[in-house]
């Protein structure tokens, strides 16, 4: 089973518009973190949020905020008011395990673009 | 200059050869780790290590080795390259106990098995 699930291949956004990418987790630990990486077509993969398991706020990062929903496993991105530099590839990531043996999983990515 | 560096950048090989793809950072992170990225799957661990005497198969260590030579150095060897082992290659460092614990990663190695 999937442990990361990204069900958007590819999403289309207006410019300055808010878009939200989906993420849907799976893990029995109480203690995980959540991340969203961004990747450039340049190949570059940037960190961009980071929602620990215990974290009752939602995180943000500037124009990046994360909708984390522990009973329904989702750790969906928004960001808001889209640029066109925020055509990337996003990628979902699961970090689970305990200290030492920490894992990191990674979705399959969903694919913005950002149109004019 | 970059704080996790991959060399080489891009390579093509040809089947049955062996590869060493290397990986150098500068941020004094103790962990490091090896994914490899294929269209469509998006990352996969290859191979991880906390501290120099520690190494660790991830999901996809098959055809794959690995050598920890500092705590700055983590080097990804292919003893026989194979055609499906053509994908694009990161590595990537974690700094055990910090806030976050994100990963930082180089920039990536095209890997081209002939």
């Known amino acids: 089973a999937q442990k990361i699930t990204q069900t958007q291949p590819g999403m289309f956004v207006q410019e300055k518009e808010a878009v939200t990418l989906d993420c849907t987790y799976d893990t029995s630990d109480q203690s995980y973190g959540l991340f969203w990486y961004k990747q450039p077509s340049s190949g570059e993969m940037i960190f961009l949020i980071y929602?620990?398991?215990?974290?009752?706020q939602n995180a943000t990062e500037g124009r990046y905020s994360l909708n984390f929903q522990k009973a329904r496993k989702s750790a969906n991105l928004v960001i808001s008011a889209s640029q066109l530099g925020d055509s990337a590839m996003y990628f979902c990531?699961?970090?689970?395990?305990?200290?030492?043996?920490?894992?990191?999983?990674f979705g399959t990515g969903t694919r913005l673009k950002v149109l004019a | 200059d970059a704080d996790v560096t991959q060399t080489p950048r891009n390579r093509i090989t040809k089947t049955g050869k062996r590869i060493m793809l290397e990986c150098s950072q500068t941020?004094?992170?103790?962990?490091m780790y090896w994914y490899r990225q294929d269209p469509g799957l998006g990352l996969r661990l290859i191979y991880y290590?906390?501290?120099?005497?520690?190494?660790n198969k991830g999901e996809i260590s098959d055809g794959y080795s690995v050598s920890r030579q500092a705590q700055a150095k983590f080097s990804l060897s292919l003893e026989s390259a194979i055609p499906n082992q053509t994908a694009l290659y990161f590595c990537a460092t974690e700094l055990a106990g910090g806030p976050y614990n994100e990963q930082f990663f180089g920039p990536g190695t095209r890997l081209t098995v002939l």
């Open positions: 929602q620990g398991s215990y974290d009752e």
């Open positions: 941020k004094g992170h103790d962990r």
């Open positions: 290590s906390f501290d120099v005497k520690d190494i």
């Open positions: 990531a699961m970090r689970e395990g305990t200290s030492g043996t920490y894992k990191y999983i």
